[in-house]
């Protein structure tokens, strides 16, 4: 498909930059997945961790059933009220969820005992007979006041 040039002869002029920009589509499609099947699936899958396998795996049924949307549509059939449109929501839920899970890893996690001691030292009090040199010279900064 790509090695055939298509002339504007043979469609209407006013959708050439539409076909330029969907055979460009097309041909990074092809190229992206004969670098997917380079690859044995197994040999992938032991180099990933899981979450990432499961990314992967989405992505890889999203863009299937997205082609066969694509394929309805060329055949004059409504993909919305085909059964894929369904197939479709369902992987966005999955992709939703990884990503949640996601960002839950990569969220910052409060130490909840440091940040105590943390603000415990850190805070002075006037009214403590005993405190440590830091809290000392905080009282010393309040009694010049």
């Known amino acids: 498909m790509a090695d055939q040039s298509l002339s504007t002869e043979e469609y209407p002029t006013e959708i050439h930059e539409y076909l330029m920009a969907f055979e ?4 990074s499609v092809d190229e992206m997945l004969k670098k997917m099947m380079s690859v044995s699936r197994s040999e992938l899958l032991q ?21 066969f949307w694509i394929y309805l549509t060329t055949q004059g059939i409504n ?5 894929v449109k ?7 839920g999955y ?13 910052a996690r409060l130490d909840k005992g440091a940040a105590r ?8 009090d006037p009214t403590s007979e005993e405190a440590p040199p830091a809290k000392m010279d905080c009282k ?3 009694k010049r006041k």
């Open 24 to 27: 460009n589509s097309v041909g």
């Open 140 to 142: 010393a900064k309040k």
């Open 86 to 92: 369904e197939e479709l929501e369902r992987i966005r």
């Open 79 to 83: 993909p919305k009220e085909h059964p």
């Open 117 to 124: 001691r943390f603000i415990k030292h850190a805070l002075c």
């Open 47 to 67: 180099k990933i961790e899981p979450l990432e396998q499961a990314k992967l795996d989405l992505v890889s049924a999203y863009t299937l059933n997205s082609l």
């Open 95 to 107: 992709m939703n969820r990884v990503k949640e899970i996601t960002d839950r890893k990569k969220a």
